[in-house]
């Protein structure tokens, strides 16, 4: 089945990486993405990886992909307060209809 | 270039009755999406549409919510009538092709149940 988990909560200091890991069920899934929420926003997407892909990099985000392990991660480089939000993990699985399958969201906390 | 629009971005309605939301994609985008997204858990996938017809819709109540896209544009979701559990934000999104899915949202729909 489709399935994917996070973590709940995360909380880092303004200057320090994050790391946000997420594992997913679904081998077959082409693209992995992350999104982000702000309180009362909708998602906004932060970037994405193809899954032959292990690793992609995006000024301060950095993509790690782990495919025999179902792993991914996103690495948010010198953290800064307005980085405080909800991620979101997304498969888009076996469906071949682009439905997103996604996780139930890391809360990212950033102390100044 | 204009975002998705949603509306309204709060509704406060009594259990049994009926409500009705509304989104409009961002222009040139085929496929449409809403989502229900409860507190503390990640959106899950209501109904997509391709132009004006249903892709899935497997994951809807079909005895209470009802979804349209009569011109392939605009599309509104529909409870009738709603329930306690539908308490939730729900989330529009379009997007333009399905293979290397990016998917846009609106701010979306905040519904109470009461």
């Known amino acids: 089945g489709e399935d994917v988990e996070q973590s709940l909560f995360l909380s880092v200091r303004e200057g320090d990486s994050s790391v946000i890991n997420c594992t997913y069920t679904d081998s077959s899934s082409t693209y992995l993405y992350w999104y982000k929420q702000e309180p009362g926003a909708g998602l906004q997407l932060l970037t994405y990886?193809?899954?032959?892909?292990d690793m992609k990099q995006d000024q301060r985000l950095t993509v790690l992909l782990n495919k025999k392990d179902k792993h991914l991660s996103l690495r948010i480089a010198d953290t800064q307060t307005g980085d405080s939000a909800i991620y979101f993990c997304?498969?888009?699985?076996?469906?071949?209809?682009?439905?997103?399958?996604f996780g139930q969201g890391t809360t990212l906390q950033v102390k100044p | 270039e204009a975002g998705v629009a949603q509306s309204p971005r709060y509704k406060i309605i009594e259990k049994r009755q009926s409500v009705a939301f509304w989104c409009n994609p961002i222009?040139?985008?085929?496929?449409l999406y809403w989502y229900q997204q409860i507190l503390g858990q990640g959106p899950k996938l209501l109904i997509q549409f391709q132009n004006n017809g249903v892709v899935d819709d497997s994951q809807l109540p079909k005895d209470r919510f009802s979804a349209e896209r009569l011109k392939g544009v605009d599309s509104t979701l529909k409870i009738q009538p709603a329930k306690l559990e539908d308490s939730a934000v729900y989330l529009c999104a379009s997007s333009l092709e399905r293979a290397k899915n990016i998917q846009y949202f609106g701010a979306g729909t905040r519904l109470s149940v009461l």
């Open positions: 222009s040139g985008h085929a496929t």
């Open positions: 997304a498969e888009d699985g076996s469906s071949n209809t682009g439905k997103l399958i």
């Open positions: 990886i193809f899954s032959n892909m």
